[in-house]
């Protein structure tokens, strides 16, 4: 199981787009009608699509998995009685699956036999060009975040890879976390973080989106859970994005640390401790992508 993509709804696709490739990187990958779709350097067709809508919201997050991964997904969701239906991918890449929502309305899609397209080699690293590799992990604010922990385990066949005060980290492979929930008190989005190639890559996209007139709503830090880089921005089309690098990856027997494992010392919040944290400006750009379903639930053939 691989997280893929996000697919976004919004007033300026092509606005959106244009800023995602000359200040953060990503590559163009198609233009479909009115919707956007952007790559990075990696495998996936793409990241990230910006589609046409008078209004903000999440149409998807896009995992892809094999066949059997996705029939026994589509048996316990059944079970569940969660709302889903099956999906024929239109978007690059193809691919058939399922797409699901999950309680508080979180819309996740399962897709098999969707293709990949070769990697973009040579990036050279004397340029100034940032080029973000694939998507790392989107996370979502949640009412409930410990109810979406255990339902995602039961019926996704996830695994929680850590609770903190603050979110509940949740991985799908042995990447450290793909998705997570944080302890919000309301559901949207959190932020969507894309994988760069190492630290360095990491430190040069600050220096660029610096060029470009933005300073980091939070960050250059290392985090505890996962042990991965960051630094958090917030887009001027809206949602919260991050430069990551280097998450931890785990072992199936990994164990769950729990809140009282990830404490930190008087006035700090990440390992390093040399940046601070606009809490007000990322909470409301976070308040502002929200999952919504227009789709009908329908009862699965299994
Ligand atoms: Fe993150």
Not at 146 to 156: F, M, N, P, T
Not at 160 to 188: L, P
Request: proline share 5%; net charge negative; glycine share 8%.
């Amino acid at each position: 199981m691989k997280l893929r993509s996000i697919e976004l709804a919004l007033p300026d696709p092509a606005g959106a787009a244009a800023w995602m490739v000359d200040v953060w990187g990503l590559f163009p990958a198609e233009v479909r009608g009115h919707t956007h779709y952007l790559r990075g350097t990696g495998t996936m067709p793409y990241l990230v699509a910006f589609e046409q809508s008078d209004e903000e919201f999440v149409r998807s997050t896009t995992f892809t998995c094999s066949d059997a991964e996705l029939a026994a997904i589509a048996r316990r969701v059944a079970d569940k009685g969660w709302p889903a239906c099956t999906v024929t991918s239109a978007d690059p890449g193809d691919g058939a699956g399922l797409l699901v929502e999950l309680p508080e309305g979180t819309i996740l899609r399962f897709l098999a036999g969707a293709s990949q397209v070769a990697p973009i080699e040579g990036f050279a690293k004397a340029s100034k060009r940032v080029a973000p590799v694939k998507l790392t992990h989107v996370v979502f604010n949640s009412a409930d975040a410990e109810l979406l922990g255990h339902a995602v385990e039961d019926v996704l066949d996830f695994r929680v890879s850590d609770r903190t005060k603050g979110m509940v980290f949740v991985r799908c492979n042995d990447s450290h976390h793909s998705t997570a929930f944080a302890r919000a008190g309301f559901a949207s989005l959190n932020h969507v973080a894309f994988e760069m190639d190492d630290l360095d890559a990491v430190m040069r996209g600050i220096g660029w989106m610096r060029d470009n007139g933005f300073a980091p709503a939070w960050g250059p830090g290392r985090h505890g859970p996962g042990d991965n880089v960051y630094a958090y921005y917030i887009a001027p089309f809206g949602p919260v994005i991050e430069y990551s690098t280097a998450v931890e990856k785990v072992l199936a027997d990994y164990r769950t640390g729990e809140p009282d494992d990830w404490t930190w010392p008087e006035q700090r919040i990440d390992q390093w401790g040399v940046s601070d944290k606009d809490f007000a400006g990322l909470r409301v750009a976070e308040e502002r992508f929200r999952c919504r379903r227009d789709w009908e639930a329908q009862e699965l053939a299994i």
